[in-house]
């Protein structure tokens, strides 16, 4: 046994022999367990080439083989490599899933929060009603909050913005509501020296909070004050003149100390910041403004005192975005007062001259976008400027709807700018002819009523425009209406309503060369002869 394994450990000895002969004592020894038997017989394994190399049939029978500890390797291997695979193809499977759900995502049209405007005034008017339905840019619904000053408070924080607790009315209890506006619409007075109507406070809030609104917070706090605002009136006279704008002359008395004498009477006497004729007073000598001196030191304000104007009647030129209205208010009453009592309320035409004024005035503290310029048109056929309005000022004329709607425009196209940073359109304005419109106002205390919506009569008006050197006495006198040019033009007799011959024997009496008290004593008759014919039938 010896001498065979010193023999077949020799090389040389192994060499030499036959090829393919004891090939079984030069392979590796079989794992256990595996079958003994070779799956080629010998003669097959002489038949190969001679370069074959003998250690490829070893891993071939290797990887064939069974079971066995020795084929435990590939098998964990095998297994790894499986689950290495349903990993692969779960994580194909989420992503497939999660790129639909994206898809399907995408698709669906995406809910936007709506914009929340926040609107200062009574409940006389609903605003809601005016901006149902309306997008900002086609994508932002907006929700309209309206409430009066003194029906909300607020906080306001330099990163939160501003909050406001609303008092809401449900099934007979208050209940508060919270939200963050996103801009305010004011239609209400801001500050009166009447007691509980000093809401410059809120109006502080919504500034420091950054809410934006029409008109600026900034302006609506300065119109706080009217002396403050005649004195933007009185850059206005001397940049432009006297001719151009027309101020009345004012003086102002910051106490009752200077109280002392004025240099003509009668004079109107205007006791601290207060609307709606209140705390206007007309002296009418020197005895009266003593007295009125001792009411203003107990009310410890201002006052300011202007000459008192014999008016024939007032004026008032409105804006709205690019929008205008000239309306003509005579007082039948005979009250010194127009806005109290009863009032006759005529549109009249817009001149260059009072769209000058109005424009002027539209430049005051930063912008106005809506405002209106009051004046009185005196006996002596001259026009004073007493007064500016702004956002809150009321709407008078049969034209009220309209003028609702011009605010929702301007406010929708403000609220686009500022918001979502689309330069929209200003609104348009609605052209009506200048109709002569004869309507009956009763003021009580400066609450006004009027028509909302046009009078077939006023609809049938001739339009009658006048250049900026006519007054409106002068723009509205009674005749024929030339006939149209033109030899196929044809010629129809002038056709007027009952609502213009009202307003013609009106006018026709006020021109007329009689003393004041004839005057109005023919009015009145006149009046009565015509609405007794008007509402006859």
Known sequence: ???????????????????????????????????????????????????????????????????????????????????????????????????????????????????ILLVVDDQHTDWAKYFRGKKLNGEYEIRVEQAEFSEINLASYVNSGCTVDMQVSKGGAKVVRSF??????????????????????????????????????????????????????????HSLGPEKFPLNEQTFYPNHAQMVATPSYPVVVKMGHAHAGMGKIKVENQQDFQDITSVVALAGTYATTEPFVQSKYDIRIQKIGANYKAYMRTSISGNWKANTGSAMLEQIAMTDRYRMWVDSCAEMFGGLDICAVKAVHGKDGNDYIIEVMDSSMPLIGEHVEEDKQLITELVIGRMAQVLL????????????????????????????????????????????????????????????IPAASGPGAPKQPPQLNKSQSLTNTFTETLRGSLTDDEAKAETIRSLRQSFASLFSD
Not at 90 to 109: C, D, G, M, T, Y
Not at 432 to 441: M, R
């Open 1 to 115: 046994m010896n001498y065979l394994r010193r023999r077949l450990s020799d090389s040389s000895f192994v060499a030499n022999l036959p090829n393919g002969y004891m090939m079984d004592l030069q392979r590796p020894p079989p794992p256990p367990g595996s079958s003994t038997s070779s799956p080629a017989s010998p003669a097959t394994e002489r038949r190969q080439p001679p370069g074959a190399p003998p250690q490829a049939q070893t891993q071939g029978q290797g990887s064939g083989s069974g079971s066995g500890p020795g084929s435990a390797p590939g098998s964990f291997l095998s297994s790894f490599s499986s689950v290495v695979k349903s990993a692969q193809m779960a994580q194909n499977v989420a992503a497939a899933a999660h790129a639909k759900s994206a898809a399907a995502a995408s698709a669906k049209p995406l809910v936007r929060k709506p914009k």
């Open 421 to 480: 940073g689309v330069c929209a359109p200003p609104p348009s304005s609605v052209k009506i002819p200048h109709q002569l419109c004869s309507v009956w106002e009763r003021s009580a205390g400066g609450h006004r009523s009027a028509s909302a919506s046009p009078s077939p009569s006023a609809q049938g008006s001739p339009q009658r425009a006048r250049s900026a050197t006519t007054s409106p006495s002068q723009a509205f006198q009674p005749g024929p």
């Open 180 to 237: 963050k506006p996103d801009f305010v619409l004011i239609r209400q007075h801001a500050y009166s020296m009447v007691p509980g109507e000093d809401f410059r406070n809120l109006v502080i809030g919504l500034h420091f909070g950054g809410v934006p609104s029409i008109n600026s917070l900034f302006s609506i706090y300065n119109f706080c004050s009217k002396p403050w605002v005649f004195s933007q009136m009185i850059k206005l006279y």
